[in-house]
């Protein structure tokens, strides 16, 4: 679950059966994201919106998307499909 605590972005395990302890800070662009993944975007509605929003170009985009996404898979924090 996605918290602003004190000027700071959270994410917050809500279950037991979370894969990760503790919080996770994120910085504005990691929110962005975030709040596009609870709104269900794949990857690549990501990257478009990722350039949209902060005007970068794709290749720019793409890449930051790619690790955001592996940071969060590393954690165990995206759902499979």
């Given at each position: 679950?996605?918290r602003d605590?004190?000027?700071?972005?959270?994410?917050v395990p809500?279950n037991?059966?979370?894969?990760?302890?503790?919080?996770?800070?994120?910085n504005?662009?990691?929110?962005?994201?975030?709040?596009?993944?609870?709104?269900?975007?794949d990857?690549v509605a990501?990257?478009?919106?990722l350039?949209e929003?902060y005007?970068?170009?794709?290749?720019?985009a793409?890449?930051d998307?790619?690790a955001?996404l592996?940071?969060?898979d590393?954690?165990g924090v995206l759902?499979?499909q």
């Amino acid at each position: 679950m996605l918290r602003d605590v004190a000027g700071f972005s959270l994410v917050v395990p809500i279950n037991a059966e979370a894969s990760f302890q503790g919080m996770m800070r994120l910085n504005g662009t990691g929110k962005f994201l975030w709040q596009q993944l609870e709104k269900e975007a794949d990857e690549v509605a990501l990257v478009s919106a990722l350039c949209e929003s902060y005007d970068i170009d794709e290749a720019a985009a793409k890449e930051d998307v790619a690790a955001f996404l592996l940071r969060l898979d590393s954690l165990g924090v995206l759902e499979k499909q």
